[in-house]
């Protein structure tokens, strides 16, 4: 079998496929021919392939039916390796190439069978195919405990496609695009609108989600200025594409109108070349357009009829049979029966004609069909049945025949006798529905047009102009006009002036006018007719809405998600109207009463690798490194993420350190760093904390208006420990601020927080108080920071610095200039340790340099490098908080103990002191940080987040008092030891808590001062 | 002076000249792109699309002042010889140094390197009132994109327009780029910098490596 349906060469002219070379392609295990420029879709129907999937519900044969996105059955699994694998890609959009692989989603009819044995036997009388609509609900309602159960029976039968189980072997990316005209749309309205805009002057893109730009242009009968209508299309083209300020993106969908005129366009660059994307190039792109103007020329979709086994291989959408015929020169069959509500449906019969096949009948709703490709028809020799419609469609596997009989529309009912017309396709055509899902993205309500029979877009607050078949607009010369117009009035609008492009001629074609008949009626009654679908996707039939409707379900809304109609990958495109038809007769309304449901981006699903786009792998996130960066990885540290820094955590087995069993652990590492500071010197990188550089003759006032203590008297030269609090008083960020000049501060803020506190300050000064003079600007980057911490580090600082470093001349807390390592250095002598401590800053181009000298002399005094967890342990030693660890949103600098960094009786009301003041904040058995000392053992450290109780003996729920904020194990103090809040915790001093563990046993632990280490701080005034 | 604190970064060398532009010391310097790793393979220069370096060392002072103050704005020119650019988006430029419009009170000055606590004197002096002068040279750097690709590269990284219709030579933004910021600069007809901040160096330079693979990259010699 090869190629059956595939017309010989030259006979349809129009045809887009390239007959030179043949390709193959492989769909569920068959190996198959095809020529380039075919769909996946063209090649199967080509081959004479019918049956492409079965329906997932009722497991009934499904074969292609549109020609476009909206189709509902021809959905594959591609992809040749585990790496390349894509589930729901649209036969009907998805080009051939050489080794295309790929399959049903639809899994066949013995999977299917399986999976209804397995419910039936779950559920007992039902399954299989009687499942009627809201079965789901219905059934797995109750007992709520069985869901678990009946879960993974659901679960396993849902759903369409296979979910990659191995990462993507190819990449994505994002483009951020302006215009001044957007064209949706390169149909006949989108290629004039975009003539009109760029002699007008705009910049224009156009994107199309077809292989070929043209739309209807290329497959239509009609002949502008008498010329086949693909040589007009390919003169446009070729003049858009000389143009400057011109973007063409052919296979790049618009799926997304958002606010403000922006745009989501995702273009598949690479999926017409091959399994994977060639090296280099990014398999699919999200352009982000925002547009000055867009144009919406996105066409229309064809409805297919309502009836009896309508969903039988065989039944095509009457545009989709012209398209195959015309533009890929194949022709799904023998012979036709066309079905149809208008007259430009006609078209098809004509094609399949020119083909030089057999057209049984043409069997039209209207009793008196009218128009110029009505008479053509007639002309030669055509049977036309009027006033009647295929009430059902008869075959297995694929249509073999039409039931055909006069209707009356208006009650809904068949009238006169049944006659069957032998047939192996049945095209049918129940008339238009504009595209206006775009439209819809921008919250326009689309409005109920009489003349169409459709939905056209409604008022909009986007800067959107329509065009063509979108709006409602359908013979060929008026949508060229329409086009051209919507071009201008968008470059108008933009700021352009119209410059009219010259139009084709074209003779109109007359069409009498359609009917509205969208279900249709059957000899039984609905319920008892054999099934008519609605959503092809979802195995919806109008049996289904009317249950729905009966049972209750009256708003669309309600009826869609109860039936599930349009919940597929097609998202209803073709179905959903006539469900609303179908829900507005049972209710007795009218269409437009009944309305559509939303309609939301994405237009057609997109891939998630596109919505990702290059932030994936390393460029998911940045990595903020210090200057120091690559020494810390060259020796070995290990990193901590804090924020989006990545911190040396620490050094395992530095200079050759071991541990016990050969390798150091953590524990052993930061021991061995901790014992290096309180009994040596150490050295942390420290760039990383937020530093903001504050100027203004109001610089002083301000500061003492974001902290709670005073700065009234802080000279310069010397710097203050400040605590920061939010409006209500909780403690949001702390650091030291020193006072650089009179009007000149650097404040110093916690690594994670340093923008959110930027932002703080700019908000206070810009909202509230832009009366001070003062400015922040951010210094983070400028200066590296290396604190130098240990008994020796005053020793080994002098060995580099021309700072006099004793203790008279540099107290602790000021700060000093001078040259470290040759370097100009700011020192400060601030410490986050409780050892004498010195905070050397140089520009950061120097740290290296300063770092690595640090370390040349460094070596006599056994200098170690340590990493934020022994800084942890350093720090809790001293009772030293962490904002956001021991901290959570709810302290108060009360509940912290810090009263002595209070400014109670400031001049100005700071930030948080109305906060703080609240009844309730004054409570004292708020939980209060405090000490623990673990009483079980001096290994034993207690988890950190663990509940703590008074009682240990009392009965679940347990009252609980607090939870440990810090723990950790003390090499100094040789136990380990945490820092806790607890309720009235600093009066509970000396008092035993509890701390129950998830297995069952309980810890306990002494409340003692949150000062574990020198409490006195006498090691850092040295 | 007292109420600022002015600090000049550099050391001074033996044997150097009075001349502070000399101060700057390379040799002891590492740029924020010192240890910038590249993941993908670099072609020519002559067959590559996107060319990308660094304009490494050089001095780079944050203005803050008031530009509806006709001294401000007289003790700036008068300071760097270079009009102060009060159109958003724009820059001045002379042979040495450029000036960018950043918010309406904040400018970017940058200056060769070495050069910026001679020029953050040299402003102090010129300018009264409420004011600020801020060093950020060791906090930042210059990386230069050019080539007939550079723009797709721009488009890309930032959701900002870079058609020549709409952003012309001389113009600057502040603005996201991937996710983090820079500020993108045109200073030629294909010729770009980015201002980017020395913690965030190795990120982007890996992503503008990454966006400029398809049309081939080459480093700017």
């Known amino acids: 079998m090869s190629q059956v349906n595939r017309l010989d060469a030259g006979r349809m002219s129009s045809e887009h496929i390239d007959r030179s070379s043949t390709l193959s392609f492989t769909h569920d295990g068959r190996t198959l021919p095809a020529y380039p420029g075919d769909t996946v879709a063209s090649a199967l129907l080509a081959n004479g392939v019918d049956v492409i ?27 040749a390796t585990p790496e390349t694998q894509t589930p729901n890609v649209r036969a009907t959009q998805q080009p051939v190439f050489d ?54 029976f659901i679960r396993a039968a849902a759903g369409l496609g296979r979910a990659p189980t191995v990462p993507d072997a190819d990449t ?29 002057g705009a910049r224009v893109i156009v994107c199309d989600e077809q292989e070929q730009m043209g739309g209807c242009l290329l497959d239509s009968r009609e002949r502008p200025d008498d010329r086949p209508a693909g040589e007009w299309l390919k003169t446009t083209l070729a003049e858009l594409e000389a143009m400057d300020d011109v973007l063409l993106l052919p296979r790049t969908t618009a799926n997304g109108y958002h606010d403000h005129n922006f745009v989501t366009l995702h273009e598949r660059r690479t999926d017409h070349l091959g399994d994977r994307a060639p090296a280099g190039m990014t398999r699919q792109r999200m352009h982000r357009v925002r547009a000055q103007r867009v144009v919406l020329a996105t066409g229309v979709h064809e409805r297919p ?34 079905v149809t509500t208008n007259s430009h449906a006609y078209r098809t019969a004509l094609d399949w004609l020119d083909a030089g096949r057999e057209v049984a009948a043409i069997v039209d709703a209207r009793a008196e069909p009218a128009g110029t490709l009505v008479d053509e028809a007639r002309s030669r020799g055509i049977r036309i049945i009027a006033g009647a419609a295929v009430i059902e469609c008869r075959g297995d596997d694929r249509v073999s025949g039409a039931l055909v009989a006069g209707i009356d529309i208006e009650n809904f009912r068949v009238t006169g006798e049944t006659e069957t017309i032998a047939c192996d396709t049945l095209a049918s055509s129940g008339g238009y529905s504009p595209v206006v899902h775009l439209s819809a993205h921008t919250g326009s309500k689309p409005v109920w047009n009489d003349r169409i029979q459709g939905f056209v877009p409604g008022e909009t607050k986007q800067q959107l102009h329509c065009a063509g078949g979108a709006h409602g607009i359908y013979p060929l010369v008026d949508v060229l006009a329409d086009g051209a117009m919507a071009g201008g009035d968008a470059a108008v609008a933009a700021g352009f002036e119209r410059v009219s492009p010259t139009l084709p001629g074209l003779a109109r074609v007359e069409e009498s006018p359609q009917a509205a008949l969208y279900h249709v009626p059957h000899t039984l009654a609905t319920m008892r007719a054999p099934k008519q679908f609605v959503d092809l996707q979802n195995d919806v039939t109008a049996a289904g809405i ?53 309609f939301r981006p994405n237009y057609t699903p997109v891939s998630f690798g596109a919505v990702a786009g290059r932030y994936c792998g390393a460029l998911f996130d940045p990595e903020r490194y210090t200057a120091m960066h690559r020494w810390h990885v060259e020796q070995g540290a290990l990193f901590e993420n804090v924020g989006q820094w990545k911190r040396p955590w620490y050094y395992p087995g530095w200079k050759g350190a071991r541990g016990a069993n050969g390798e150091e652990t953590l524990q052993e590492a930061v021991n061995r760093e901790c014992l290096a500071v309180r009994n040596g010197v150490g050295i942390l990188d420290a760039s990383t904390l937020g530093k903001i550089d504050i100027q203004g003759p109001d610089a002083r006032e301000f500061i003492g208006r974001v902290y709670t203590n005073g700065w009234e008297k802080l000279p310069v030269g010397k710097g203050r420990y400040g605590l920061m609090c939010g409006e209500d008083g909780m403690v949001m960020d702390d650091g030291v601020t020193t006072c650089l000049g009179e009007h000149h501060f650097l404040m110093t803020t916690t690594t994670g927080n340093a923008a959110q506190v930027l932002d703080w300050l700019e908000l206070w000064h810009q909202t509230e108080w832009p009366e001070l003079e003062v400015f922040f600007t951010s210094v983070t980057d400028h200066w590296a920071t290396m604190t130098l911490t240990g008994p020796k580090s005053r020793e080994l600082l002098e060995q580099l610095t021309d700072i006099d470093l004793s203790r008279d001349a540099f107290a602790f807390m000021a700060y000093r200039e001078g040259t470290v390592a040759g370097i100009p250095a700011r020192v400060y002598r601030i410490s986050f340790t409780g050892e004498l401590s010195f905070e050397i800053n140089v520009q950061a181009n120097y740290a290296m340099h300063v770092w690595e000298a640090l370390f040349a002399h460094g070596e006599a005094f056994e200098l170690t490098p340590y990493g934020t967890e022994t800084m942890h342990v350093l720090r809790a030693e001293k009772g030293f908080i962490i904002v956001g660890q021991d901290t959570d949103a709810t302290m108060t600098p009360e509940d912290l103990g810090m009263t002595w960094a209070i400014g109670y009786r400031k001049p100005f009301d700071w930030v948080g002191k109305r906060g703080m003041a609240r009844v309730d904040l004054q409570r004292d ?98 | 002076m007292s109420e600022f604190a002015v600090f000049d970064p550099h050391p001074v060398r033996a044997g150097s000249a009075e001349d502070s532009a000399d101060s700057l010391d390379a040799a002891r310097s590492r740029s924020p792109l010192h240890d910038a790793a590249s993941p993908v393979s670099l072609t020519t220069q002559e067959r590559a699309g996107v060319l990308l370096g660094e304009r490494a060392f050089l001095g780079h002072l944050v203005i803050r002042g008031n530009a509806e103050d006709p001294g401000f704005v007289r003790g700036v020119e008068e300071a760097l010889g270079l009009e102060l650019p009060v159109t958003p988006m724009t820059s001045a430029v ?3 140094a450029r000036i960018h419009w950043r918010s309406p009170d904040e400018w970017l000055l940058i200056v060769p390197g070495g050069e910026e606590y001679r020029q953050e004197m040299a402003l102090r002096y010129a300018l009264s009132g409420h004011v600020a002068v801020v060093d950020v040279s060791g906090g930042q750097t210059v990386v230069t994109l050019s080539g007939q690709h550079a723009r797709e590269v721009l488009m890309k990284s930032a959701p900002v327009d870079v058609h020549p219709r709409a952003f012309p030579v001389g113009r600057s933004v502040t603005t996201c780029f991937a996710r983090a910021q820079a500020m993108i600069s045109r200073v030629g007809e294909e010729q770009w910098e980015l201002v980017i901040r020395r913690s965030y160096a190795d990120y982007l330079w890996q992503w503008l490596l990454d966006a400029g693979q398809e049309y081939g990259v080459a480093l700017q010699s």
């Open chain 1, 53 to 79: 999937g079965h329906s997932f519900k009722y497991a009934r044969p499904r074969g292609v039916m549109a020609a476009g996105c909206e189709e509902p059955n021809a959905i594959l699994q591609m992809g």
């Open chain 1, 172 to 200: 994505y990316d994002h483009m951020n695009r302006y215009c001044d005209v957007l064209v949706v749309g390169a149909g006949p309205a989108g290629l004039a609108a975009a003539l009109a805009a760029r002699r007008a």
């Open chain 1, 546 to 598: 009317e249950l729905a409707i009966r049972e209750g379900f009256e708003s669309i809304e309600h009826v869609k998600r109860y039936t599930a109609m349009g919940f597929g990958t097609d998202q209803g495109k073709i179905g959903n109207i006539n469900g609303m038809a179908i829900a507005a007769r049972v209710l007795g309304q009218t269409i437009p009463e009944t309305g559509t449901t939303v």
């Open chain 1, 925 to 1022: 058995d708020r939980k209060q940080l405090v000490g623990l000392k673990p009483l079980d053992g001096s290994e034993v450290v207690l988890p950190e987040g663990a509940q703590i109780v008074f009682d240990p003996e009392q009965q679940i729920p347990m009252t609980m008092v607090g939870h440990v904020t810090s723990s950790y194990y003390s090499a100094t103090l040789g136990h380990g030891f945490a820092l806790a809040v607890v309720r009235g915790g600093h009066r509970r001093k000396g008092e035993h808590v509890y701390l129950p563990q998830p297995d069952g046993s309980t810890l306990s632990a002494e409340i003692v001062s949150s000062m574990f280490y020198d409490p006195k701080g006498e090691r850092q005034h040295v």
């Open chain 2, 94 to 96: 002379s042979e040495t």
């Open chain 1, 99 to 152: 080794g295309l692989v790929c399959e049903s989603v639809g899994r066949g009819r013995s999977f299917i069978e399986r999976q209804q044995k397995a419910l039936t036997g779950l559920i007992g009388k039902w399954g299989g195919r009687f499942m009627p609509v809201g079965f789901y609900y219905k059934t797995f309602m109750a007992p709520q405990s069985a869901w678990l159960t009946y879960e993974k």
């Open chain 1, 305 to 338: 009829l309502v009836f009896a086994n309508n969903d039988l291989p065989g039944h095509l959408l009457a545009g989709a049979v012209s398209c195959y015929i015309r533009r890929y020169g194949v022709v799904p069959g023998q012979r036709l029966v066309l």
